[in-house]
């Protein structure tokens, strides 16, 4: 239910009267950017006993992984993708770009759905198999890299927009998709009626909003970078922010452009977060690699052991990581796996649901009930991701007992987990089905959840031993 607009109003006028001056905030912020990317480069190696606060490359790793990165997932709770119109540097220099680019219309491949999720998972297993979270270089690589296609893109393409942001990346789609959860939304004055022709919110290469939405027809929270060039308080039309409360887009997710592609996101992200921990942790991993590199060194294959470029893989013997291609070819095979593995198995858990969900009464296709029922996944996604990529956001615990980090992880998605299935209940209560026939629709869902769950207490505490 929405909430009284004065605070919104209150909020919303504040940003309005200062949006001209969100450019000196990019400056600064893709300044400080620039500077954690590159200068640990050349800053002196860490030694034994330095600390975030004793060696410039330990805190701007800090500052990247403990801080910037989980905050910033966090965030979309409570402010939208307010990092992206605010504060991203990335996007801010696309749209630049894009100013004095060539202008062209964006293809068809670059509007294709799927282009996010490749984006993303490419970046992902690239960033584990050059160590983007331990070596600065590959921090350097992947962020840098990103930077520079971002500029490139509003090189390219339109004027004065944000087509990267939209359409390739990475880190975008994971704040849109988990808007949808936000208190934060921008909504039309007035209610105007449109027949919807596509699942798809509508596309305007041409006006005021620099992720291309047609802000006449918005009714969806995932494109929006809340850069507030669209609201103007003063006139009767347009559109004004408003608060919500938390997962109230996902509860009626039919009624705002459910995209098969999201749930795609949902199921392939987390396997793939996951792959990228699990290979570090799981003993049966290097049984596997072990086995592989002696298949493939009996086919003669001697070049598996060699060492790649440093832009493809970790290659740093002073600090005692070389990877080989096998490394690389496992690492990356194994991710990918572990993808696909998690996919099937939360695809085969929606599907029971929305099976179970059509027993008890519920309306609509198998096909509409899976769509809308695989958003349940939102919460314990994100918090897993928080969790896992961000771990050390909970490092600074540790001042508490050494139990503190772990406790305050399992209550993190302890909650994530409880959210996931308050959701699913109210899901189904939006597919017509009565209070009590909703549970047993609703097991597939926590199965789904849990397995989640424990995928990820392996991955960080290490094996369960029975």
Same mark, same amino acid.
């Given at each position: ?11 919303? %006028? ?38 975030? /606060? ?25 402010? +939208?993708?307010? /990092? ?16 004095? !680019? ?34 600065? &270089? ?6 840098? !890299? ?37 208190? @934060? ?9 449109? &027949? ?7 596309? %305007? ?42 997962? %109230?887009? @996902? ?6 452009? $459910? ?9 392939? #992200? ?46 740093? $013997? #002073? ?12 690492? #990356? ?5 572990? %993808? ?6 939360? +695809? ?34 994100? @918090? ?11 490092? $600074?615990?540790?001042?508490? !007992? ?26 189904? +209560? ?37």
């Amino acid at each position: 239910m929405t909430q009284p607009a004065s605070v919104a109003s209150v909020v919303e %006028a504040f940003f309005v009267r200062h949006r001209e001056r969100f450019v000196y905030v990019h400056l600064v912020f893709f300044v400080f950017f620039l500077i954690l990317l590159f200068a640990p480069l050349f800053s002196a190696e860490a030694k034994v006993g330095d600390t975030q /606060w004793t060696n410039f490359a330990l805190f701007a790793n800090y500052v990247m992984w403990g801080l910037w990165f989980p905050l910033t997932l966090a965030s979309v709770i409570f402010t +939208g993708r307010s /990092w992206c119109g605010l504060f991203c540097p990335m996007g801010a220099a696309s749209e630049w770009s894009s100013r004095v !680019g060539l202008k062209r219309p964006i293809p068809a491949w670059l509007r294709w759905e799927g282009t996010p999720i490749v984006s993303f998972v490419v970046i992902t297993v690239l960033g584990q198999t050059v160590g983007v979270r331990e070596h600065p &270089e590959g921090v350097a690589i992947i962020f840098g !890299g990103t930077m520079l296609c971002a500029i490139v893109f509003g090189l390219l393409f339109t004027n004065g927009k944000r087509p990267w942001c939209r359409h390739a990346c990475p880190v975008g789609l994971l704040l849109g998709l988990f808007s949808r959860l936000g208190i @934060v939304h921008f909504q039309q004055k007035k209610i105007i009626y449109f &027949e919807k022709t596509s699942s798809a919110e509508r596309y %305007a290469e041409r006006g005021l909003c620099p992720t291309l939405i047609d802000i006449k027809r918005k009714d969806e929270s995932r494109h929006c970078i809340e850069c507030f060039k669209c609201v103007h308080p003063q006139n009767s039309g347009g559109l004004q922010m408003r608060f919500r409360h938390p997962g %109230a887009e @996902v509860e009626k997710i039919r009624t705002h452009h $459910p995209n098969i592609t999201e749930v795609v996101f949902f199921f392939v #992200a987390i396997g793939t977060a996951l792959g990228g921990f699990l290979w570090l942790t799981l003993e049966s991993y290097q049984n596997l690699r072990r086995s592989v590199g002696e298949w493939a060194l009996a086919q003669d294959w001697s070049w598996i052991g060699n060492s790649g470029p440093g832009w493809l893989m970790s290659v740093h $013997p #002073a600090r005692g990581e070389v990877f080989s291609w096998l490394d690389f070819f496992m690492i #990356a095979g194994f991710m990918l796996a572990c %993808a696909a593995a998690t996919a099937l198995v939360l +695809g085969l858990m929606t599907l029971a649901a929305a099976f179970l969900a059509g027993e008890e009464g519920g309306d609509g296709t198998l096909a509409s009930r899976f769509l809308e029922l695989g958003y349940q996944f939102a919460p314990v996604s994100l @918090v897993s991701l928080i969790i896992g990529l961000g771990s050390k956001l909970f490092m $600074p615990l540790d001042a508490f !007992g050494a139990d503190a980090p772990g406790i305050a992880k399992e209550g993190l998605f302890a909650i994530g987990f409880l959210w996931s299935l308050l959701l699913g209940y109210r899901l189904l +209560g939006e597919q017509g089905i009565a209070p009590a026939k909703r549970w047993l629709p609703l097991m597939p869902g926590v199965v789904g959840s849990c397995m989640i769950g424990i995928a990820w207490w392996v991955a960080i505490f290490g094996a369960i031993e029975l």
